[in-house]
């Protein structure tokens, strides 16, 4: 008898494949709403204020490392998935040099 029958590209009729071929296979993009892979956040480092105490390496170590006593940013512009930690990097940070800039 017949083999499968082929799924329908989306189960939900309000997400569409995303067309651009540099994405991640699979990804979708829901129709006015951002794609939660596309981060709006920047994370910036005062280096005035810095003094290279590792705790930002602790809480997100994704986003930040410390080399020659000072942070070191890995990635400038983490994912959403990557917010909470960063957030927490913020919150004990004790020179209070970490940003987090929203750009819309
Ligand atoms: S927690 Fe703050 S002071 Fe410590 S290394 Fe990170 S950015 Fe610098």
Redesign the pocket.
Known sequence: MGGRRPRPATARPDVVQCPEPDLPFGRAVVPGRRPAWRSEMRVV??YD?????????L?APEV?M?RED??VVLIERPGEELRAKVER?VR???????SIVDEG
């Open positions: 480092v005062d204020r810095c003094e290279g105490n590792g705790r930002c390496a809480a930040f410390v000072q942070a990097a004990v940070c004790p020179r209070q040099a970490i």
